[in-house]
């Protein structure tokens, strides 16, 4: 058990459809980074958060946001959901240069 | 900008063989390189890290790597492996003193046959 939490642990929706993902760091950890592990891409980091303001972005679309609120756990929102946005979002925190994953959620849009 | 080869898709090796999965990186800056092992359904797992120090570091289970600037390599190596360590391995590297975010090679799935 890395510490990190996600859920939901799976998610099943519809194209076009919004939903909403939740991370909550390890106890101390500031920081909190998203990933997006799919068949075709690989691992390709989106964003990430440090005590709630954005630090650094990656490959994240435009459909794609993310927050970190005062409690430090982070939400990633994705919306007008398409096809190949289906894939396993993990997210992680970070501590003396190490990242801690979560379990991931399963996103299937079909 | 940083990137990550995993020159194996795909390792088949029986039980108790050695292993060796080969990682390049690109960068112009210092980087810290990792690698994770992600088991069938689970989240990642750091297996190993190198961020500054001896070149050479080990895992608890047996598992090393040795980082070799001059090839921009960073090899995991075993010398015996198990039909537990079948699981798909990325190496991934880090800008040093940065942000954190990792940039992931595509993984390569030991298969151990028994």
Redesign the interface.
């Known amino acids: 058990d890395s510490g990190v939490t996600q859920t939901p642990k799976h998610l099943i929706t519809a194209t076009g459809q919004r939903v909403t993902l939740r991370c909550s760091p390890r106890s101390g950890d500031l920081s909190v980074y998203w990933y997006q592990q799919s068949l075709d891409q690989g691992l390709q980091f989106l964003i990430q958060y440090y005590n709630g303001e954005e630090r650094a972005k990656g490959n994240i679309l435009e459909r794609f946001s993310a927050q970190q609120f005062p409690d430090l756990h982070s939400e990633l929102n994705l919306s007008s959901l398409e096809l190949g946005d289906s894939a396993l979002y993990f997210c992680a925190s970070n501590s003396y240069n190490e990242q801690f994953f979560g379990p991931g959620t399963r996103l299937t849009v079909l | 900008a940083q990137s990550v080869t995993q020159l194996d898709s795909q390792v088949p090796v029986f039980e108790e063989a050695p292993v060796e999965l080969r990682c390049n990186y690109s960068s112009s800056v210092s980087v ?1 390189l990792f690698w ?1 092992v992600q088991y069938p359904n ?5 297996l190993l ?1 190198y ?1 500054s120090g001896s070149t050479l570091v080990k895992s608890i289970n047996g598992f090393e790597a040795e980082f070799n600037k001059s090839q921009t390599s960073f090899h995991l190596r075993k010398p015996s492996v198990h039909i537990s360590d079948t699981a798909e391995y ?1 190496c ?1 590297v ?1 800008v040093a003193g940065n ?9 390569t799935t030991l298969q151990v046959k028994p």
């Not at chain 2, 689970?42 to 750091?46: A, I, K, M």
């Not at chain 2, 942000?99 to 993984?107: D, E």
Request: aromatic share 20%.
């Open positions: 810290y994770y689970q989240g990642l797992q750091l890290k961020l990325f991934a880090s942000t954190g975010k990792l940039i992931f090679g595509q993984g």
